[in-house]
């Protein structure tokens, strides 16, 4: 039977998914913890996490939404004092929004030639069947989506949190 989440502060988070983390941090930190490390990891990981949805809620309340954003957890980030980490999601949340702007265009442009009858002057068939392409443009593939050079934030910085939760610079 799969666990649930946590519906107070009283429960914990499933310890396998924090002794995932912790694994992954050990292993790039080269150190070990103790059992009752894991265990006290894990209660503040659950003690954190409402916190930060806590603090998050508040902000989207603030804003008269009903949702939480990525920009919500990212200022309750900054509420907390981890500015770095903020940054890092304020990236990634960008580096999505831009992403799902693409994808939209890339569909409309789609519709739009295919209510032309497939091909319109400046166009020509993609190397994928059936895909449109204009003259000029790139198509969106997500193998490069994210891909910033040169503009990381320190929160890309080898070594920070993110990292190494994520198994990369903002992976």
Do not use: C
Request: negative net charge.
């Amino acid at each position: 039977m799969a666990a649930s989440a946590p519906s107070g502060p009283g429960e914990l988070l499933p310890a396998a998914a924090i002794n995932a983390v912790i694994k992954r941090v050990a292993a790039s930190k080269g150190v070990s913890f103790a059992t009752d490390a894991r265990a006290a990891v894990v209660k503040a990981a659950t003690m954190y996490i409402f916190m930060l949805m806590d603090d998050a809620s508040d902000h989207a309340a603030k804003a008269k939404r009903a949702g939480i954003s990525g920009t919500d957890i990212a200022d309750a980030l900054d509420d907390l004092g981890l500015a770095r980490e903020a940054a890092s999601i304020r990236a990634r949340v960008e580096r999505e929004r831009e992403g799902r702007k693409q994808a939209a265009a890339l569909r409309k442009r789609a519709r739009e030639s295919e209510s032309d009858g497939g091909l319109e002057s400046g166009a020509h068939r993609g190397s994928e069947a059936g895909e449109p392409r204009v003259e000029g443009s790139d198509r969106h593939d997500d193998s490069d989506a994210g891909d910033d050079e040169g503009e990381g934030s320190e929160a890309d910085e080898p070594g920070s949190v993110a990292e190494a939760a994520w198994g990369g610079a903002d992976a």
